[in-house]
């Protein structure tokens, strides 16, 4: 059977899996920088790499398990 899904629903749906990458990147993205500053030695760099992680996250975040194997991959 499948179930279709009316727009404010896929609006909803949406906004709950926005809200927890924002939770994550609000928690994470500090954290990402200053290992990529300390291997890069430059904030543009550094910033590239932490916006890199984060898309590849999101791209990948479906294959993992449980919150702790996410927060090991980033």
Same mark, same amino acid.
């Given at each position: /059977?499948? +179930?279709?899904?009316?727009?404010?629903?896929?609006?909803?749906?949406q906004a709950? *899996? /926005?809200? +927890?990458?924002? !939770?994550?990147?609000?928690?994470?993205?500090?954290?990402?920088?200053?290992i990529a500053?300390?291997?890069? $030695?430059?904030?543009? *760099?550094?910033?590239?790499?932490?916006?890199? #992680?984060?898309? !590849?996250?999101i791209k990948? $975040?479906?294959?993992?398990? #449980?919150?702790?194997?996410? +927060?090991?991959?980033?």
């Amino acid at each position: /059977m499948v +179930k279709k899904i009316n727009k404010a629903e896929m609006s909803v749906s949406q906004a709950v *899996d /926005m809200e +927890k990458l924002q !939770q994550k990147i609000n928690t994470y993205s500090d954290l990402l920088y200053r290992i990529a500053f300390l291997q890069l $030695r430059n904030n543009q *760099d550094a910033e590239d790499v932490v916006q890199e #992680t984060f898309y !590849q996250f999101i791209k990948s $975040r479906k294959e993992f398990e #449980t919150p702790e194997h996410e +927060k090991a991959w980033l």
